[in-house]
């Protein structure tokens, strides 16, 4: 199609680029760390949403190279922050089809050494796709990526299909409760309950637990008080351009 082949194009051109949306402990607001958002606009035309251009991307295997490119970039950039923030850790979102390569984790380990960065500043989130989750070639890449010290994070949580079991064998480190659940926080009781299971099973499982998708402070304020870690979302920041990122920061210590 025209749009695969001008992103394709801009890929190549070094036009796409890459926002950040801060991470914080509820309970102190600390930051602790930002997601990497790929963001596309093409020259002349509207901003394309990556919802749009990611699927785009998946079904015509272009997510390989931009996921490679998001990565590089993410780990770049991620060097402005580290003098100020040893501990900041920078999340890259990985899709399927990327992880399920044969030389993903090996990939991964090569981005870090050419950039210099320690695995325990890189958190990857992985979607709970059929497939992914549950097979011993997916547990080996988890162990193979833990001994690099990056941690793994479940993206989506709730909307997927990855089962109770294989939630315990995984060594995950953290949920991302959609932010589906978290808008129905204060509308409905049942919104309310599935965020409290899903903060429960974290508990149970000893994993983080993060809240996407933060507009409101009533929201805020029932998921500390329902035991959340950590959060991110419009209340706290938009996801920023680099520069941005940096202003946002300065304000926010
Ligand atoms: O802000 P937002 O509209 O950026 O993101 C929309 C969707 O696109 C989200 O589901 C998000 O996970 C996905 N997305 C954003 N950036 C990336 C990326 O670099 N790689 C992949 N695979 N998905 C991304
Ligand atoms: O699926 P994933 O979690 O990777 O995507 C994050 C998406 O959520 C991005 O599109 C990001 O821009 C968007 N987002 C982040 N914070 C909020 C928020 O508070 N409200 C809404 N509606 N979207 C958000
Ligand atoms: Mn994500
Ligand atoms: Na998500």
Redesign the pocket.
């Known amino acids: 199609s025209q749009m695969l082949r001008s992103l394709k194009r801009d890929l190549d051109l070094g036009q796409l680029f890459l926002?950040y949306?801060p991470q914080i402990d509820l309970a102190t607001s600390q930051l602790l760390g930002v997601?990497a958002?790929v963001r596309w606009h093409p020259a002349g035309g509207q901003r394309i949403?990556?919802?749009q251009f990611i699927h785009l991307a998946e079904q015509s295997g272009l997510i390989i190279k931009l996921g490679d490119w998001v990565l590089q970039q993410a780990l770049l950039d991620l060097q402005e922050l580290l003098p100020e923030f040893p501990n900041i850790r920078m999340a890259v979102?990985v899709s399927a089809l990327q992880f399920n390569q044969p030389d993903f984790e090996t990939k991964v380990a090569k981005a870090l050494k050419n950039s210099g960065v320690s695995g325990q500043n890189l958190d990857l989130?992985i979607?709970e796709s059929v497939g992914v989750l549950g097979s011993l070639e997916v547990e080996n890449k988890f162990t193979y990526l833990k001994q690099l010290g990056v941690t793994l994070s479940i993206?989506?949580f709730g909307t997927g299909f990855s089962s109770l079991s294989y939630l315990e064998k995984l060594s995950a480190d953290r949920l991302?409760i959609?932010?589906s659940f978290?808008?129905k926080l204060d509308a409905s009781d049942s919104g309310q309950r599935i965020v409290q299971m899903i903060i429960g099973l974290g508990q149970r499982l000893n994993l983080q637990v993060l809240a996407?998708?933060?507009?409101t402070n009533s929201q805020l304020e029932e998921l500390k008080a329902l035991g959340c870690h950590e959060g991110?979302?419009?209340?706290?920041a938009?996801?920023l351009a680099l520069d941005a990122l940096l202003e946002w920061i300065d304000q926010w210590d």
Request: glycine share 8%.
């Open positions: 926002e949306q997601e958002l949403p990556p919802d979102n989130e979607t993206d989506d991302k959609d932010r978290v808008a996407e998708g933060i507009e991110q979302g419009y209340l706290i938009r996801p």
